[in-house]
């Protein structure tokens, strides 16, 4: 259940101003809430400053929650900021990425309300800053954490930085360089890549997930089992991510994983990132491998379990 309480703060005096930030330095207190759960104590830190003409308050609520998985499209809400007189005016949304992301607020970061999609696994930190109608602006910008976990067994991502590349956010037919991730079952036998006379398994049918096999059946006909590969996304004009997730990876099994550059749409070279995640865990990691068109880069193998 929930209840919900009020804390009242009388400040005595002005606070200080951070000579770097230019926001009041706040006081800090905490509340205890003591109960009969598993941990019986949880200090809540609250914080407050008094203020010589009163700002607006930026509030930021996300739909989803403080955890979600990879390729959520996140409802942002800071409508619910508030001005001692008036009307809030302007919004102003930012936010700390995890290396590799290229997401963007839409419909921009002026929007009270945007949404904005968290594809790379690692932590969001969203702020808002407001303006009322008197163009008085919030004293502290509100924060808010999002932690992006996969919740498959077996997750790996593809990212990707194109360095001629100008904006690497725009989309559309050849906006940027492809790049693609291919993960594969140790019965593919596939194309000779690597022109060695020797099949090498990549973009096989069904045995390589990758773009034009996005789905393939692996396992068991039985539909209600969740033991097939999935690619939840083809990003074809650059920055990535690529995902493939497995739940339910078959024991003795030896997966493989590689990145082809399908194509460089005249962008160049490519500094390609891989990251494994087994039960949310990050377990390996390789960064900026540089690539150039047609590469094929035989990345890692995850022998199961």
Request: proline share 8%; glycine share 8%; net charge negative.
């Amino acid at each position: 259940e929930t209840r919900v309480f009020d804390v009242t703060f009388t400040p005595d005096m002005i606070n200080e101003l951070d000579p770097e930030t230019g926001a009041p330095v706040p006081d800090l207190g905490k509340i205890r809430i003591e109960s009969d759960a598993f941990a019986s104590e949880l200090d809540v830190e609250i914080r407050g400053f008094g203020v010589e003409v009163e700002c607006p308050t930026a509030v930021i609520v996300v739909q989803e929650g403080e955890e979600v998985i990879p390729q959520t499209k996140l409802h942002l809400i800071g409508s619910q900021s508030y001005a001692a007189s008036g009307s809030i005016s302007k919004y102003e949304w930012s936010v700390q990425q995890p290396v590799g992301s290229q997401s963007v607020f839409l419909p921009s970061a002026s929007a009270p309300d945007p949404t904005f999609e968290v594809n790379v696994a690692g932590s969001y930190v969203f702020q808002l800053r407001v303006w009322d109608q008197n163009s008085e602006e919030s004293c502290v910008p509100a924060e808010y954490t999002v932690f992006v976990n996969p919740d498959e067994a077996i997750h790996v991502e593809l990212l990707w930085h194109t360095p001629l590349d100008p904006d690497e956010t725009d989309e559309g037919p050849e906006a940027g360089a492809d790049l693609d991730l291919h993960f594969l079952h140790p019965f593919a036998t596939g194309e000779d890549v690597d022109g060695d006379g020797q099949p090498d398994g990549w973009f096989d049918q069904p045995f390589d997930c990758f773009w034009f096999n996005a789905h393939p059946n692996w396992g068991s006909l039985d539909p209600a089992k969740d033991d097939d590969p999935g690619l939840d996304l083809d990003d074809t004009d650059g920055a990535g991510p690529e995902n493939v997730n497995l739940n339910q990876p078959q024991d003795g099994m030896t997966y493989h994983v590689g990145v082809h550059y399908w194509n460089d749409h005249d962008f160049g070279p490519s500094l390609a990132t891989v990251r494994v995640y087994i039960y949310s865990s990050l377990v390996f990691q390789l960064s900026d491998v540089e690539l150039i068109n047609h590469d094929m880069w035989e990345v890692a193998d995850i022998a199961w379990p």
